[in-house]
Every structure is written in C-alpha cells, then in structure tokens.
C-alpha cells in the first residue's frame, strides 16, 4: 500500500461484526477458557491478551497502524509524548553513560534530559548538532543521540542523514523526535534512525482531543555491541527487535504509561486525515510566513520554508511535501508581542500545536518559563518571540486576524 492508503487501511484489525471503524475495547482484563494459553501469553509464546496496561487490541491497532506508516519494525504507545520520550531515554541508559542532544529541544525534552543528571547520566547539549559537533562530542560513554528532525521552537532542520551516518560509524543509538513532521513530511527511519518518537497529541491525533505518545523500532544490530550489555538477554532472544523487548519487558512494565483505549481510537480516526491536514498546515503556514515578511513591525520571520531560510537547503533535501506548519516571528518588545496576542480574535493563545486551528504562544513566559536565560538562548528563545502553530481554517481569515492585531502595536 502507499502512503495515504496506509493512512486508512494499513494494519487494520476489526472484529468478526464487519465494524469499519476499529473497536473500542473498554476492558481492563481478557479472559481464557484454557490456562495453558493464559500461561504462553504471560510467557509471550502465544499472541493474546491478558490486562490493559500490557495490551489492549484497540491500542494494538493504533500502534500497528503508526508503525506501517513509519516503515517501522513495530510501535509501542505510552500514555504522552513525554512518557514516551522518558521510558525510550531509559531503556538505553544507566548511570555513567552520556547522552548527546541538541539544545533546541522542545522545552519539556530540554528539561527532562537535563534532569537525567540527577540519576549520575551526563548530558552534553550542542547548539548545533551536525557531523563535526557530533563527532567532537562523542566519546566512549556516549549511548545515545537525541534530537528533533525540525527543532521547536528554534525550527532549525536535522540533517538526518550526516547525523545517523556518524552514529553508525560509532555503533550509538539515534532517537528522533518528529511530532512537529510527522510522516507524511518525513520518515527518519529511511535515513538510518533507530527510533522515532512522536507525541501523538499534536499533528497525529490532528484535533486535540486526546494525549499521547507513540515509540517506533526501525530495528537495530546496535545493540549488540558490548557497550549496550544491558541488551544482551533481548539481542539472544528478539535479534534487531531488542530495543522494544526491552521496553515492553522493563520500564515500560514497571511504570506503566498505557495509553488509554478511548485515546488510541480517537487518533486511529484522526490519523486517516493525516496527510489532507499536513498538506494544508504546510500550505497556509507558507503563505503566512511570506505574509508576514512584508510587515515592517515584524522582524526575524523563521520559517524553514521560506528561500531566505539558512535551512531551504535540508528543507529541499528532506521535505519534498512542505515544510511543517510552525513558524516563529519576533515583534522587537515582549510588551509589543503581548499586545499582539491580547488583540488577537481567531488565532488561540494557548500551548499546544498540530491542531486544525491556529494557535499561538509566547514561549518565553510559558512553555520555557523553567529554562535559565542562557538555556532560551541556545533554545532560539527571545523576549519578544511569538510562535505560531499555522490551523487549516481558510489563510484570508487567519491573516485577516493577524494584520487587525498588529494594528494596536
Ligand atoms: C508536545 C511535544 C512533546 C510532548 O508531548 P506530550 O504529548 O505533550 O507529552 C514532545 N516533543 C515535541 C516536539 C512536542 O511538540
């Protein structure tokens, strides 16, 4: 199947009714008539169910459906995108190892990995995480690279490629998250990541109706190296798979972050649309970025898309579909940019993007309210930085709104 097709049928599990849509099963347990099959479930030699927060065949559907969308090997659902992003951290890591990841991490990522010093891992943050920094920051601890494939809200473009190519050359693990790309704008995996990570609560789920997080195994020979020892009894039993083996048999079980059943259906309906949204997040955020250009009042328009960006290049490398539906722009005062926002009637102040309506926020007094100056500094982050989520309501409407609200500055 293509793309779209995928988007609809791909791994499609209904029930013997003829159901369309995949079942929500509401039930925290499954019962079995035979205890030998409940024993191979437990043991995993046999496909089945047995409690919710291990399995549940809504959740299952989902996880199947992102996995054939990514070209992954398969996908785990966790609860948020933050505990997918935790759990998959620390299913590499241990005390002494080192983790390198770029420093224009969306906020909560930022904080997450710095916190991970508390636990004795070493952190190393490179402002621009490309072949050189990269290869100048890894040593024989480093167990892990982290980074987005477009940085939020710094918006500056993964080279995927030189990066993965590096981490292979030095057998480490390349974790990227895509929330603000998603598969329709980019597959890391075909570039050689090991693990994709989504929060599903934006661009995925496309409405806004529900949190969640999804983690995609490409599948990996890495851990077999003897760096990754902790791999070893998952590497003997599940080969390339060891990495979701692990998960699924360790931190996953012990924290528990299920994603709801309820959650998993509503992005199993919001997932079909993915692609007809993308296309019109890409198109109008466009427009809006070349819009917003032609205002004097607004300085520093950074939109990847845009020819003028110093990321066009990857843009054309990568991004052949569009260039994501955020951009960030810069009004010179933070009392100018609340000003903004206060007259704004269409376009929602509120923290959140990927949905069908535009949204928009002041990142330093809120999403990054927790990182020091010198963090906002590497994080892009400015006094008087606006970021936009671009909706798909009709672009007239949406610019309409934004030259009435620049009016009263
Ligand atoms: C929102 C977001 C997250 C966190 O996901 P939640 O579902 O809110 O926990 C992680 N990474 C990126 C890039 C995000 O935009």
């Given at each position: 199947m293509k793309f779209n097709t995928k988007l609809i049928h791909g791994n499609l599990k209904t029930d013997a009714t003829g159901a369309t849509n995949v079942p929500l099963y509401l039930s925290n347990a499954y019962a079995h008539t035979s205890a030998k099959k409940l024993e191979n479930i437990f043991k995993g030699k046999e496909m089945g169910y047995s409690y919710t927060r291990i399995s549940n065949p809504t959740v299952t559907s989902f996880e199947r459906r992102i996995a054939s969308i990514e070209n992954g090997l398969i996908a785990t659902s966790a609860a948020s995108g933050m505990?997918?992003?935790?759990?998959?951290?620390?299913?590499?890591?241990?005390?002494?190892?080192?983790?390198?990841?770029?420093?224009?991490?969306?906020?909560?990522?930022?904080?997450?990995?710095?916190?991970?010093?508390?636990?004795?891992?070493?952190?190393?943050?490179l402002e621009n995480i490309d072949k050189a920094t990269l290869k100048e920051a890894i040593n024989k601890n480093t167990k892990l690279v982290f980074a987005e494939t477009i940085g939020n809200p710094k918006l500056d473009v993964l080279d995927i490629d030189s990066v993965s190519k590096i981490c292979k050359e030095n057998n480490i693990v390349l974790m990227i998250d895509s929330t603000i790309t998603t598969p329709y704008l980019v597959k890391?995996?075909?570039?050689?990541?090991?693990?994709?990570?989504?929060?599903?609560?934006?661009?995925?789920?496309?409405?806004?109706?529900?949190?969640?997080?999804?983690?995609?195994?490409?599948?990996?020979?890495k851990y077999m190296d003897l760096k990754y020892e902790n791999f070893r009894p998952y590497?003997?039993?599940?080969?390339?798979?060891?990495?979701?083996?692990?998960?699924?048999?360790?931190?996953?079980?012990?924290?528990?972050?299920?994603?709801?059943?309820?959650?998993?259906?509503?992005?199993?309906?919001?997932?079909?649309?993915?692609?007809?949204?993308?296309?019109?997040?890409?198109?109008?955020?466009?427009?809006?970025?070349e819009h917003l250009m032609q205002n004097s009042k607004i300085t520093d328009v950074n939109y990847p898309g845009l020819e003028n960006s110093k990321y066009y290049d990857l843009i054309k490398k990568y991004y052949s579909n569009g260039s994501g539906g955020i951009l960030t722009f810069r009004l010179g005062s933070k009392e100018k940019a609340f000003k903004f926002l206060d007259n704004l009637k269409l376009i929602l102040n509120l923290t959140n993007i990927g949905d069908t309506k535009s949204i928009i926020i002041h990142p330093s007094s809120?999403?990054?309210?927790?990182?020091?100056?010198?963090?906002?500094?590497?994080?892009?982050?400015y006094d008087d930085l606006l970021r936009l989520s671009v909706g798909i309501e009709d672009v007239e409407d949406i610019l309409e709104d934004i030259e009435n609200a620049l009016k009263y500055i």
């Open positions: 505990s997918a992003i935790y759990i998959s951290i620390m299913n590499i890591v241990e005390p002494g190892d080192e983790i390198i990841a770029s420093s224009s991490l969306y906020g909560g990522t930022y904080t997450l990995i710095r916190n991970l010093k508390l636990l004795g891992i070493k952190v190393r943050f890391p995996l075909e570039y050689g990541a090991d693990i994709v990570i989504h929060s599903t609560s934006k661009y995925i789920n496309g409405t806004s109706n529900s949190i969640g997080g999804i983690i995609v195994d490409g599948g990996s020979n590497t003997k039993k599940y080969g390339k798979m060891a990495f979701t083996a692990k998960l699924k048999d360790t931190i996953e079980r012990d924290i528990g972050p299920a994603l709801s059943p309820f959650n998993a259906f509503l992005n199993l309906t919001g997932i079909e649309t993915l692609s007809l949204r993308m296309k019109e997040h890409c198109k109008n955020a466009l427009t809006v970025a809120t999403i990054c309210a927790n990182n020091t100056d010198e963090e906002k500094q590497q994080m892009g982050v």
